[in-house]
C-alpha cells in the first residue's frame, strides 16, 4: 500500500473517483479536515440526482477511513444492500431477513451434522475402550481357572 503525504494525502485520486462511481453514481468522497479521515456520502436523491459532483445536494454518510485503497472499494461494494436487495425498502428489508435467516438455517445444519459426527466417533472410541476393558478382564479374571 502507498501513503502520500502533504496535500497529496488529502486529494481524492481520478482512479478512485471513477472506481467510486462504478459501483454506484450518487457517492462521493471527500476529505474532512476536522476527523482527518476521508468521507464517503451518498446523495439522498441516488440515481436521480442530476448533479455530477453533489456539492448542493443533501448527502448522508456512508463510510470513513484513514487510506484511499482498494480495501475500501471492496468494503463498500460488500456494503452495497442497494443492489444486493433491491432498494431500502420494505421487500428489501424482508428480502434481507430471508437471506440471513436461510444463512443462518445453514449455519445450525452444519453444527447439527459436526455434532452428529462427534457422537459418532465418540460412540466408536467408547466401543472401542469397552471391548478392551471386557477383554482384560477375560485374561486376568482369577475367580475362575485357566
Partial sequence: MIYLVGEDARSVPDWFKRRLRDIDRALVCYYNPFKGEFCIDRCVKGSDCLS?????????????????????LDKLKGMDAWTKFGGNDEAALLRSRREHENAKAEHD???KASIAE???????????QLQLAHHLIQQHDIARVH
Fill in 52 to 72: 455530477s459532483d453533489h456539492v448542493s445536494c443533501e448527502k448522508t454518510n456512508v463510510l470513513l477511513f484513514p487510506h484511499i485503497g482498494e480495501a475500501v
Fill in 109 to 111: 445444519e452444519k453444527v
Fill in 118 to 128: 462427534d457422537f459418532k466417533h465418540a460412540t466408536i472410541d467408547d466401543k472401542r
